[in-house]
């Protein structure tokens, strides 16, 4: 069955980095983009941007142009998300996701990844 | 951006009760050449990842109970829940996907009354 397995909880400090990976399995990662979105606590979806997992091209929306990065291992079918220069308002769980083979919707999420940035 | 823009915020319900929440976008996702709203209905309950519910405004996903019913066109979508469970009580969302970046609603939680 379609798995996205992500790492494990964070805690930072305000000015490091940090990299959350998406471990794909049970489909060929490259068939399909993986996006990105995140919800800082207590509030709604924010959706990220995505990566064209052919290309290793990524998209960012308007708020995560700086900063962020979207990366692949493809060998490994991982998507990576790199946080630059933490700050404390990037404290949010952060979900990698992929669209359904039909379905227009999201239908597969990872479990999702609880990063906090705390001095 | 397409804005999503979900009502009411939150809504306390009764089980048995029929629920319905409103989704509108700031432009139409009626894609003209396929006939299909490019809109979809998510589930988030405390401490999980969310789950789609349906798809194209009114397709529900396989396993997913008849009571939940997507509808709409346009700019204008409806989720409806026929006879709420107590298994329902979550934050529910609208995401369109007809044009980037794609964009969520505010979400409606249902809270038992």
Do not use: H
């Amino acid at each position: 069955q379609i798995q996205l397995v992500q790492s494990g909880p964070e805690l930072k400090k305000p000015g490091e980095s940090l990299k959350i990976s998406c471990k794909a399995s049970g489909y060929t990662f490259t068939d399909y983009a993986m996006q990105w979105v995140k919800q800082a606590p207590g509030k709604g979806l924010q959706y990220m941007g995505w990566i064209n997992t052919q290309t290793g091209k990524p998209t960012y929306a308007d708020d995560f142009k700086e900063r962020f990065v979207f990366s692949l291992e493809t060998s490994a079918s991982t998507a990576y998300l790199q946080i630059n220069n933490l700050k404390n308002e990037d404290t949010a769980t952060y979900f990698c996701a992929r669209r359904g083979t039909t379905t227009g919707g999201f239908a597969y999420w990872g479990q999702g990844t609880l990063v906090t940035v705390s001095s | 951006d397409i804005v999503m823009t979900q009502t009411p915020s939150s809504q306390a319900v009764s089980a048995g009760e029929k629920v319905t929440m409103s989704c509108k976008s700031s432009q139409s996702l009626l894609y003209s050449e396929n006939k299909k709203n490019y809109l979809a209905w998510y589930q988030q309950k405390p401490g999980q990842s969310p789950k789609l519910l349906i798809s194209w405004a009114s397709t529900r996903e396989s396993g997913v109970p008849d009571r939940f019913i997507g509808s709409g066109s346009g700019t204008d979508f409806t989720l409806t829940i026929s006879s709420v469970q107590a298994e329902d009580l979550a934050v529910y969302y609208c995401e369109q996907y007809y044009d980037t970046p794609w964009t969520f609603g505010g979400g409606t939680k249902l809270e038992l009354k």
